[in-house]
């Protein structure tokens, strides 16, 4: 038994979704999660500058006595899971492999779908993380960077969001693809419009639910499971405008945040 929290860190607030799964999953598990407010977003950022993020966070999370990283924002995972593995003395969890697991899962006719930010598409991890589970899949990976500013405004819906959709994801539907990725942290939050506009045969992929499962399994493995407890901790710290996350927050926890910590990062 282990009762040191878990970390978990995004650019932003859209983790929180992750954060969420983990806390369904693992009730007695206490965490730390950080939101890098102050540098968000990193979907147009090069792979150097996210590494370097990444690397802070999760040195502080260390810093801070947690027992595993869960990194729940897609595009540090593309970038710096291999980093933060080779780098961090404890285990560290990103959103791709369990993605792309999940996917495979759900495909039936070997042709899947991927959306994400530009880096994170850019980067072709999903694409390695879905054939090296299944190497005959063809995969259509298509990057919606303006999917991130619409959540975070709170277009959820409408006729704005809806023909971003349809343009965005176009190609994946002259590709009959089976089943899509939701690549992002954010696009959970599209679900409705993305079901519309790919249609009812397509199922879509959240990681969070197979990032929860995978987290478990891990603590499991390595016997660093917390003991059984009421009400354990969430501890949210935020690298800049903590009012404006508490503001967004419950959008994406399913949960009201009694306050948010402020971290300046270098
Ligand atoms: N958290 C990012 C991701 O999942 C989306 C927001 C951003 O671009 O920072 O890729």
Known sequence: MNDAPIGV????VGGLTVAHAIRQRLP???????GDTARVPYGPKSPDTVRRYAQEIADWLVGQGVKLVVVA???????????????????????????ARAAVAADHDGHIGVIGT?????????????RALAPSVTVTARACPLFVPLVEEGWLDGDVTEAVARRYLQPLVDDHVDAVVL?????????????????????LIDSAEETARETER????????????????LRVVVTDAPAAFL????????????GVETLALA
């Open 183 to 203: 690549g992002c942290t954010h696009y959970p939050l599209l679900k409705p419009v993305l079901a519309r506009t790919l249609g009812p045969a397509v199922i």
């Open 118 to 130: 530009t880096g994170t598409v850019a980067s072709g991890a999903y694409e390695r993380a879905i």
């Open 218 to 233: 891990v603590l499991e493995a390595r016997a660093l499971a917390a003991a059984p407890r009421p009400g354990p901790r």
């Open 247 to 258: 503001r967004q927050a419950e959008r994406f926890l399913g949960e009201p945040l009694d």
């Open 9 to 12: 860190f995004d650019s932003g």
């Open 73 to 99: 924002c897609n595009t540090a995972t593309a970038h710096a899971l291999d980093t933060l593995r080779a780098t961090l003395r404890v285990p560290v969890i990103g959103v791709i492999e369990p993605g």
């Open 28 to 34: 007695h598990e206490a965490l730390i999660y950080v």
